[in-house]
């Protein structure tokens, strides 16, 4: 059974920093591409980062040069370190994992949540001004 289970939320005020962690757990080999998306209600999912296999990373603009996604694959988890936080960071944050290649590249599928396979549950980031 695969599982994918995310920690680290929180509140902070703006300009501070969090770090949230993802763990995996039930797969086997080497994962294709994990991601960070975020939500807010009544707003679509948004992608946020993805870190492929190889290394390659993309981010949204909004969070480049304040957001840095790592991995460690021994571990099989991914980190999102959040700093300079804003109140329009605030949301849910999920983690999610794509396993094997499947037509996407990993750097295209932030607007394509549809690709991944496993989901965790969210963990809440919110940023008070």
């Known amino acids: 059974q695969v599982q994918v289970v995310e920690s680290g939320g929180g509140s902070v005020q703006a300009g501070g920093s969090l770090r949230l962690s993802c763990a995996t757990s039930g797969l086997t080999g080497d994962i294709y591409c994990m991601g960070w998306f975020r939500q807010v209600p009544g707003k679509e999912r948004e992608g946020v980062a993805s870190i492929a296999n190889g290394g390659r990373i993309t981010y949204l603009d909004t969070v480049k040069g304040r957001f840095t996604i790592s991995k460690d694959n021994a571990k099989n988890t991914v980190y999102l370190q959040m700093n300079t936080l804003e109140p329009e960071d605030t949301a849910m944050y999920y983690c999610?994992?794509?396993?094997?290649?499947?037509?996407?590249?990993?750097?295209?599928?932030?607007?394509?949540?549809?690709?991944?396979?496993?989901w965790g549950q969210g963990t809440q980031v919110t940023v008070s001004s």
């Open positions: 999610a994992v794509y396993p094997r290649y499947s037509g996407s590249w990993c750097s295209d599928t932030l607007s394509v949540p549809s690709v991944y396979n496993y």
